[in-house]
């Protein structure tokens, strides 16, 4: 049985092989000069400044939490879309039950004024 796993054991020799090499060579040939401009973190092509540890408000993690609480749903209404035809109304009822329970959830945030971005 183990020699079934042998293909993947020689796969996975070769590609750490492989990577070895490459570092090496990178070692090797590449240039290792260090200048205080290559130096700086690199963030997203602007200069850093300040503080890293800088604090977010909680409206921040609010609607980060909307992000993911919406991309759940898309999640959910893809498989729904695929198989609708054979769920029937039962189907479109169990999802519209789903909608509305998010739909409600969002007014009471919206109402509430955690959407208003200060």
Not at 21 to 36: A, F, I, Q, R
Not at 72 to 100: C, Q, R, S, T
Request: hydrophobic content about 55%; glycine content about 10%; aromatic content about 16%.
């Amino acid at each position: 049985m183990l020699l079934n796993y042998l293909p993947v054991l020689i796969y996975m020799l070769i590609a750490l092989g492989l990577m070895g090499v490459m570092v090496l060579l990178s070692e090797l040939v590449g240039k290792k000069t260090h200048t205080p401009q290559k130096d700086i973190p690199y963030e997203c092509g602007m200069d850093p400044i300040g503080d890293a540890r800088s604090r977010y408000t909680v409206r921040f993690y609010i609607i980060a939490m909307f992000f993911i609480v919406f991309d759940i749903e898309a999640i959910f209404l893809y498989p729904w879309g695929v198989v609708f035809k054979p769920l029937g109304w039962f189907g479109l009822v169990e999802m519209g039950v789903f909608i509305a329970i998010l739909a409600v959830g969002l007014a009471y945030v919206w109402g509430k004024g955690a959407l208003e971005w200060e």
